[in-house]
Nanobody, 111 residues
């Protein structure tokens, strides 16, 4: 039973990335899935969450720029990040069911 986060990288301001959170050993569609991020020297913060019925919620700082979605056949949740800003630079983590964490994936927004 594990979560695998991927898709991070280096992108210029204004660019886009799509993060993936793929589950193995269990069916992700039955759980609320959340993306968190942690910038260097900062506390981990909630970025977006999607309920088991696919209702999304977002932090104010990413509203209108990030989109969380599910692909149930692929047992995956995505975080589409558009119009990225340097302030979005952080390690991004996915979480399922409020308890299971994936490893982080680093997003760096820099010119």
């Amino acid at each position: 039973v594990q979560l695998q986060a991927s898709g991070g990288g280096l992108v210029q301001p204004g660019g886009s990335l799509r993060l993936s959170c793929t589950a193995s050993g269990f069916t992700l569609r039955y759980y609320t899935v959340a993306w968190f991020r942690q910038a260097s020297g900062e506390e981990r913060e909630l970025v977006a969450r999607i309920s088991s019925s696919s209702i999304p919620t977002y932090a104010d700082s990413v509203l209108g720029r990030f989109t969380i979605s599910r692909d149930n056949p692929k047992n995956t949740v995505y975080l589409q990040m558009n119009n990225l800003e340097p302030e979005d630079t952080a390690v991004y983590y996915c979480q399922a069911g409020g308890r299971l964490w994936g490893q982080g994936t680093l997003v760096t927004v820099s010119s």
